[in-house]
């Protein structure tokens, strides 16, 4: 495989991350006057017509099964997945989603390699090591400056049950990847889900107004669309190429992202200390990613007490 093939999915996967980033604190000024489910229903129904157009001309018919698949898979993203998000955005500090997103990776690896049977280096398991301590130094303690109160905490399972999701939602998907562009995939990966989200948002319409919506709120609804239009598309674009246990390193681009939109959309200045985690973070990317030479074919010396762990693993 050339570098070039090698390096693109990469990079997709970083502006996707990057994107879903500075989204978070992008939703928070959206829902303060747009109703949940009405904002997830406009975001994601907008950006599937935008797709449209791009996954017709790429369209490739698929099996009954892989089309259940990934219709089951869009369900799980968008009517699970974003409305736990967004609701629970409306109860805790995005931070906290930031805190409870740091599992995901490690979580999606572990399923990755029992059930789609792919296997992790020992440099992706570094990466990933690494990439979660500069995560962790960068979120510090976010208790310490949350809001106090059962809302939090409701806030909180929301975001836990959200990042369950989205891990089932891409183990779903990727075995089906390979088998369709990566405009067909985001479409499908959009718009069977928001199909379950209209109906509910229809519920909200009663007893509000689009006179209601402030215009912070409606350049956030616009900056929305655009954002996960193009996320979806790149992150579906890498995980068609990467394995689905090694792109989860990628979700701890998204807590320097939140920190960075916080910086310049809501003037909350970084702690001295983001420095450093976003500079772990990027270590970790390059250890699992570029640093470290592909491992020849012959076999892993099997260390001591841990030669079965990498056996497992490589």
């Known amino acids: 495989m050339s570098k070039q093939k090698v390096l693109l999915p990469v990079i997709a996967l970083i502006i996707a991350h990057i994107l879903w980033g500075i989204n978070f604190p992008i939703i928070k000024l959206g829902v303060a006057t747009i109703p949940v489910l009405i904002f997830i229903a406009v975001r994601f129904f907008a950006a599937s017509l935008i797709l ?16 259940l698949i990934m219709i089951l898979a869009s369900i799980m993203w968008i009517a699970f997945t974003a409305v736990t998000l967004n609701t629970g955005l409306k109860y805790a500090p995005s931070i906290n989603a930031g805190v409870i997103n740091l599992l995901g990776p490690l979580i999606l690896a572990f399923f990755s390699v029992e059930f789609l049977k792919e296997r992790m280096s020992f440099k992706a398991i570094l990466g990933a090591l690494v990439a979660f301590a500069g995560a962790a130094v960068i979120i510090g303690k976010p208790w310490e400056i949350s809001l106090e109160g059962e809302s939090v905490m409701l806030g909180n399972i929301l975001f836990f049950a959200s990042m369950l999701g989205a891990v089932i939602s891409t183990l779903l998907a990727k075995p089906v ?38 215009k912070t709120s409606f350049l956030a609804l616009i900056y929305s669309i655009f954002a996960i239009t193009l996320a979806n598309l790149f992150y579906m674009y890498g995980l068609k190429y990467k394995p689905a246990s090694s792109i989860g390193i990628f979700t701890y681009l998204e807590s320097v992202s939140i920190f960075v939109a916080a910086w310049f959309i809501l003037g909350e200045r970084p702690s001295a200390t983001f420095a450093l985690g976003a500079a ?31 056996a497992k693993f490589h």
């Open 177 to 214: 990847m390979k088998k369709m562009s990566s405009y067909q995939a985001a479409f499908m990966f959009l718009f069977p889900g928001v199909l379950c989200v209209i109906p509910l948002a229809l519920t909200q319409i009663d007893g509000w107004s689009i006179s209601d919506v402030s």
């Open 280 to 310: 772990l973070v990027f270590v970790g990317i390059y250890l699992a990613e570029f640093h470290l030479p592909r491992k020849s074919k012959r076999k892993a010396t099997r260390h001591k007490w841990y030669g079965h762990f990498i």
């Open 52 to 67: 449209l157009p791009f996954a017709i001309k790429s369209w490739k018919p698929l099996k009954q099964k892989d089309l």
